[in-house]
């Protein structure tokens, strides 16, 4: 896919992907026109990018972090970095707390509908008939 494709369907502008790949994170293939063609994975590699980015990771980091991305078992560190590894595990501890914060919330959202659902059924129900009193 073209650019202006991959900056629409992952919702960056596509100087950012120029960018992302001065940086080493994406790799378009070349055509023999010289466009920049894009594969379809690369969309939710840019937004998976974005959200490092979004968190503070520096484009170094997320471009040794991309094997993981890609779920690669042979993951090699060169040089590993203590500071690293406490910025690390404190994102992932923060990302941790935003996932169980935001699943509340989609759990409460989910009840609510629930309950709106039950309030519309009601409403559209005729009233409920009398029982005849019998007597004996």
Do not use: F, W
Not at 25 to 50: C, H, K, S, T, W
Not at 100 to 125: F, H, V
């Amino acid at each position: 896919m073209r650019i202006g494709e991959l900056a629409k369907r992952a919702q960056v502008p596509p100087r950012m992907l120029r960018y992302y790949e001065e940086q080493g994170l994406i790799a378009p293939r070349r055509l023999d026109n010289g466009y920049r063609d894009y594969d379809e994975y690369l969309v939710d590699r840019v937004r998976q990018i974005r959200g490092l980015l979004d968190a503070g990771l520096p484009t170094r980091i997320i471009r040794d972090l991309l094997p993981c991305i890609d779920h690669t078992e042979d993951i090699v560190v060169a040089d590993p970095d203590s500071e690293l590894r406490a910025l690390l595990e404190r994102e992932r501890d923060r990302m941790t707390e935003k996932i169980e914060c935001l699943t509340r919330n989609r759990d409460a959202i989910s009840r609510y509908i629930e309950a709106l659902g039950r309030a519309e059924d009601r409403a559209s129900d005729p009233a409920p008939k009398e029982s005849p009193v019998t007597s004996h």
